[in-house]
């Protein structure tokens, strides 16, 4: 074997070597890059998608995503929209693979929506794990709402953490 052969394959495995370690720092990158993306950059990302999202009580709520909020998503479908807070979902279908850098994100807390939906006295639908009321919210604090059923004379508390979806009531 000469030199021109011996070093030529050398060079040849060096830079064989040299390109698997940048494919394998590539990879690294990316994946570090992907752990630090929120999920609320990925639903941003598939704003106006349908999508379909399994709460903490195993109920599947699909419709098109149609707002996001610092801890609340709009999901609207033919006849109803759902307001679901984000502590109460297991599971999300149908969101884009890529996330959005951009922060198009709503400012409005759930509590903001929900002392909105106090002043304007909009009949709702209050969904948690087992119960179902339809009512209107009187008072929103800082975790929990007092709550008139339909046909009851005195309210009742009900808890931001019990909530899985709320819907406005016709």
């Known amino acids: 074997m000469g030199f021109e052969k011996l070093i030529a394959d050398l060079e040849a495995r060096l830079i064989s070597n040299e ?25 941003l990302a598939s704003f106006g998608k349908r999508v379909s999202l399994t709460l903490l009580s195993g109920m599947v709520v699909e419709g098109v995503l ?74 929103v604090g800082d975790d929990w709402v007092d709550f008139l059923p339909e046909g009851a004379r005195e309210p009742i508390v009900l808890t931001k953490a019990g909530l899985l979806l709320l819907s406005m009531v016709s």
């Open 19 to 43: 390109r698997l370690e940048n494919e394998s720092l590539v990879k690294e990158l990316a994946e570090a890059e992907s752990s630090r993306i929120p999920l609320v950059n990925r639903l």
């Open 66 to 139: 149609a707002r996001i909020g610092e801890d609340w998503v709009q999901l609207t479908g033919e006849s109803v929209s759902y307001l679901v807070l984000c502590e109460s979902v297991a599971a999300y279908e149908g969101l884009n693979r890529q996330a959005q850098t951009e922060n198009a994100l709503m400012k409005s807390t759930l509590k903001m929506v929900l002392r909105e939906l106090c002043r304007k006295r909009n009949r709702l639908r209050w969904m948690a794990s087992d119960n179902v009321w339809n009512g209107v919210i009187l008072r």
